[in-house]
């Protein structure tokens, strides 16, 4: 049998269920990688950067506006001609074939026939999954583009120098003085409204659910009602208390305090009694005194080490010696062979943010110096993050 006769017959079958647990399915996704970079070319490698990955994503956000994967899905997501596509959105056949035939030749939609397709996991959750479809609109176009755009020209001009001041980074290169990522977010209901969607997708499809990997049903067993159970600090949407929820149904009403911006939980609506939502800015003093657990998800690296531990100490200022618990759940990097998941995130937060994902000996000098220590560290072997356990000295 030929390598190609080989290849075909080892990959028959293979999808993102055929894995036992996430962690196998990202390491199967970065063999298959190494495997198509090294059959690819240099010039194969840089069309797809430079041109093939651009318009994919100008495809799908084009599709997403037209309301394409949605109407699919009400349709009941049965194989459609780009006519038959076009006329469930009112949009022009020729305009439309364009672009599904594109996503077909990315395997992101199936051609059955000539001029016929079915959807793709991916594209029936764009058509029922009302936040995935901002991760291609504003947080794609306005963020990431326009900062990992300015990136390189940024690190020209500061002589190639790891960027560590918060006040001079790839933001200020491009607004001006004075400005900051999240002003730039706050600034545009849509930009603030498809970056929280994002963020919840981020959480929903890129992390282990923090209740899966600390065993919250410790927290319970002493937990003292007269105050709330977990305070959420930075806590977006709440997508990470919902999970401690649906764990826990039987907690109390008010339990669990969602804190952030009020910027930001204007836009937030909590269906459930037991989550109640507190304006906070993490910079000034923690106003719950006492809770069990003071939780941070994705917030520290977002801060230089300067800032994150100025926010530590906010939190350990609340903190009651022998109850209270913080949990970090953050990203590690490797020493040997990282995650591509967590460079990519690295680098995120260099051009947005000018900040740094961090190791595990970075993340104890860090709470060490807010005056806290790690108890422990809770992580699957081979997943992206962890959360860290730490109480005060």
Same mark, same amino acid.
Request: charged share 25%; net charge negative; hydrophobic share 35%.
């Given at each position: 049998m030929s390598a190609l006769g080989h290849l075909s017959a080892a990959l028959q079958g293979l999808n993102f269920e055929s894995f036992t647990n996430g962690?196998?399915?990202?390491?199967?996704?970065?063999?298959?990688?190494?495997?198509?970079?090294?059959?690819?070319?240099?010039?194969?490698i840089a069309w797809n950067h430079n041109w093939v990955n651009l318009a994919t994503n100008a495809a799908v956000k084009t599709l997403v506006d037209t309301g394409v994967f949605q109407r699919w899905a009400e349709h009941g997501h049965?194989?459609?001609?780009?006519?038959?596509?076009? +006329?469930? &959105?009112?949009?022009?056949? &020729?305009?439309? +074939?364009?672009?599904?035939?594109?996503?077909?030749?990315?395997?992101?939609?199936?051609e059955t026939a000539e001029d016929t397709y079915a959807p793709t996991p991916w594209a029936i959750t764009l058509g029922t999954?009302?936040?995935? !479809?901002?991760?291609?609109?504003?947080?794609?176009?306005?963020v990431n583009a326009v900062f990992f755009g300015g990136m390189p020209p940024f690190l020209k001009k500061i002589g190639y120098k790891n960027p560590t001041d918060a006040t001079n980074g790839v933001i200020q290169h491009l607004q001006g003085p004075g400005t900051s990522f999240f002003q730039y977010i706050l600034s545009d209901p849509v930009?603030?409204?498809?970056? &929280?969607?994002?963020?919840?997708?981020?959480?929903k499809w890129n992390m282990t659910a923090w209740p899966d990997v600390f065993p919250t049903d410790t927290l319970l067993k002493d937990a003292k009602l007269d105050r709330p159970l977990v305070v959420d600090v930075g806590g977006s949407k709440g997508h990470d208390l919902e999970k401690f929820r649906l764990k826990h149904p039987e907690i109390p009403d008010g339990s669990l305090v969602l804190q952030d911006l009020?910027?930001?939980?204007?836009?937030?609506?909590?269906?459930? +009694?037991?989550?109640?939502?507190? !304006?906070?800015?993490?910079?000034? !003093?923690? !106003?719950?005194?006492?809770?069990?657990?003071?939780?941070?998800?994705?917030?520290?690296?977002?801060?230089?080490d300067e800032h994150a531990i100025s926010i530590l100490k906010n939190i350990a200022g609340a903190m009651e010696k022998g109850y209270s618990k913080l949990l970090i759940h953050e990203c590690m990097i490797n020493n040997i062979k990282p995650s591509p998941r967590t460079t990519t995130s690295d680098l995120t937060m260099l051009a947005c943010m000018t900040a740094a994902e961090r190791t595990v000996k970075e993340w104890h000098d860090l709470i060490a110096a807010a005056g806290l220590k790690v108890v422990k560290i809770w992580k699957l072997p081979t997943a992206v993050e962890g959360v860290i356990e730490a109480e005060l000295v």
């Open positions: 962690e196998d399915r990202l390491r199967a996704e970065d063999l298959l990688l190494e495997a198509l970079n090294r059959v690819r070319t240099p010039w194969d049965k194989p459609q001609t780009s006519a038959e596509l076009a +006329k469930l &959105t009112d949009t022009d056949p &020729t305009l439309i +074939k364009r672009l599904v035939r594109h996503l077909a030749t990315q395997h992101l939609l199936i999954d009302p936040a995935l !479809p901002s991760v291609y609109g504003t947080m794609y176009h306005e930009r603030n409204k498809e970056f &929280t969607d994002a963020m919840e997708c981020h959480s009020p910027g930001v939980l204007r836009s937030v609506d909590i269906s459930s +009694k037991a989550i109640t939502k507190h !304006p906070y800015d993490f910079f000034t !003093p923690q !106003p719950i005194m006492g809770a069990h657990v003071y939780y941070l998800h994705s917030v520290l690296h977002d801060w230089s």
